[in-house]
């Protein structure tokens, strides 16, 4: 059974940074993509950053030049680093994983809450 498990999440002032990881477990091959994406209530989930397989990102419009995805193998953990945040950055963030026979996972969510 994969299981992320999400943390790093809370509450900083706009301008400030924060940092989200997801450790994956259950699995011991096959992902094709992991990423986060994030939500805000009556609307819909969006997606904040991928990271393929390879070495290949992709990040939404609104977060480019501020957050970064990486990814550490070794510990199957994927990270967010978000800097120069904005409270419209504030919503709750979620891991997400693809493997490569399409079967998608996703983490429980954790808050991000950026004030003014």
């Known amino acids: 059974q994969v299981q992320l498990d999400e943390s790093g999440g809370g509450l900083v002032q706009a301008g400030g940074s924060l940092r989200l990881s997801c450790a994956a477990s259950?699995?011991?091959?096959?992902?094709?993509?992991v990423g986060w994406y994030r939500q805000t209530p009556g609307k819909q989930r969006e997606l904040v950053a991928t990271?393929?397989?390879?070495?290949?990102?992709n990040y939404a419009d609104s977060v480019k030049g501020r957050f970064t995805i990486s990814r550490d193998g070794a510990k199957n953990t994927v990270y967010l680093q978000m800097n120069a945040l904005k409270p419209e950055d504030t919503a709750v963030y979620y891991c997400?994983?693809?493997?490569?026979?399409?079967?998608?996972?996703w983490g429980q969510g954790t808050q991000v809450t950026v004030s003014p």
């Open positions: 990271i393929f397989s390879g070495t290949g990102t």
């Open positions: 997400y994983l693809q493997r490569v026979t399409g079967a998608e996972y």
């Open positions: 259950g699995f011991s091959f096959g992902i094709y993509r």
